[in-house]
């Protein structure tokens, strides 16, 4: 699997957003969930995650992120990123979006999020409520 593109979309209306993605994409989301949908295209090669948010709280880009192959790959970012000296945070095995995730987090900065990530599987559950709280998934 070649690295995609991962943009995680805050939006208070996810019915019209769906709606809009599936014409600009001509094609529907790979997975839709009540407060969630993902596309998961090759051309464009993107990850476009979308979670309704209360009014007050949307921002519109939540974060982004680069999905990558397996955790090996995860681990592999996240040593050549502490070799040049950035703060990473890991967050393994870990259920968010709908799916069971390995993670690295790093602030740009501005202090926008951006994860490398790998999907072990999907699963039925948002997310992991066990979990602290990093930037994927809000409540």
């Known amino acids: 699997m070649n690295p995609k593109l991962h943009v995680s979309l805050d939006v208070d209306d996810l019915e019209a957003s769906v709606r809009f993605y599936s014409l600009l994409f001509n094609t529907t989301p ?9 596309f998961d295209l090759e051309n464009p090669a993107v990850n476009l995650t979308m979670q309704k948010a209360p009014h007050c709280c949307v921002q519109g880009l939540s974060h982004m992120g680069i999905r990558v192959k397996d955790s090996a ?15 990473v945070e890991d967050e393994k095995n870990t259920v968010c979006c709908y ?11 501005t202090g926008f999020r951006w994860e490398i990530y790998s ?16 930037a994927c998934c809000p409540a």
Do not use: C, F, M
Not at 74 to 86: H, I, S, T
């Open 30 to 38: 790979t997975k839709l969930k009540p407060k969630y949908a993902k």
């Open 99 to 109: 799916a069971l995730q390995d993670k690295i987090w790093l602030t740009d900065p």
């Open 73 to 87: 790959e995860v681990a592999q970012w996240k040593e050549r990123l502490l070799r040049e000296g950035l703060a």
């Open 119 to 134: 999907v072990t599987r999907d699963v039925e559950t948002e997310h992991d409520e066990s979990a602290p709280r990093i």
